[in-house]
């Protein structure tokens, strides 16, 4: 999955408190790849030679204004903003969080013959699993640090204990998920995970889980994994740490 090219930049990533971080002019910008829209300051004007447009607040309708220090004091972590698709689908990335680096190039990134095909979902992207022998959809969200299953099923699966996840659309940001070990499969020529996965909130799945969509993919599942990642072909390919 690897690749060399005039255009590869590589950056700092890092892996705290359950997230994943790029560095960009020496400041952490959260990965977040199941949001729409990047906001923050501070960012460079360019990245692998592509102008880079990132705008310092987001507004949603019917919810609070999030700029970069707001999200920063919310999450209790500094943050100068989130990369959302706006800016990560511009690009193809490879991301090694065992080893703290990321790659990205605006050109296209060679991929292992084994990387899956993703669905749009509106400016998102989801990754086909199957769970208990049936299809499912999960939405590629890095910026939720659990990973989450909206099905009644996941309460057949043995329990994981209480986690604390983040979202600054619930009310205080912080909130508890009940969790439970799910089998996943991941396409062909990969062998079914344990997958950590909790429910949302009722009041956050409206807007976490786009329609036809049955959960999330967070950030504890990318970050324990090598992954190359072309949104604009709509491809994930990924290796665990053991392979």
């Known amino acids: 999955m ?6 590869m930049v590589q950056l700092p990533l890092h892996h705290q408190n359950g997230l994943l971080f790029i560095e960009l002019s020496a400041q952490r910008w959260l990965l977040d790849t199941g949001s729409a829209l990047s ?10 030679g592509r102008p880079l447009t990132i705008l310092p607040i987001l507004a949603r309708p019917g919810k609070p204004l999030l700029t970069g220090p707001k999200f920063s004091q919310g999450l209790g972590l500094p943050c100068a903003g989130v990369l959302g698709m706006d800016v990560i689908g511009q690009f193809d990335w490879s991301f090694n969080a065992g080893k703290r680096t990321c790659r990205v190039t605006a050109e296209a ?22 769970i ?16 989450y299953f909206e099905d ?15 979202n600054p659309c619930f009310i205080g940001g912080w909130y508890m998920a009940d969790t439970y070990h799910v089998a996943v499969g991941f396409g062909a020529g990969h062998a079914s995970e344990s997958l950590r996965c909790g429910r949302l909130p009722p009041s956050l799945r409206k807007d976490a889980v786009p329609s036809g969509c049955d959960g999330c993919l967070g950030a504890e599942f990318l970050a324990s994994h090598f992954f190359a990642f072309a949104p604009r072909r709509r491809r994930l390919a990924y290796l665990t740490t053991g392979d």
Not at 2 to 7: L, P
């Open 39 to 48: 906001f923050g300051s501070g960012a460079p004007a360019s990245l692998a």
């Open 152 to 166: 009644q099923l996941i309460e057949t699966f043995a329990g994981g204990g209480k986690a604390r996840d983040y």
């Open 132 to 147: 208990r022998d049936q299809e499912r959809h999960l939405l590629l969200a890095s910026g939720q640090q659990l990973s």
């Open 2 to 7: 690897g690749a060399s090219s005039k255009a």
């Open 109 to 130: 990134m060679p991929l292992s013959e084994r990387s899956l095909e993703l669905r749009q979902e509106g400016p998102l992207l989801s990754v086909p699993a199957k």
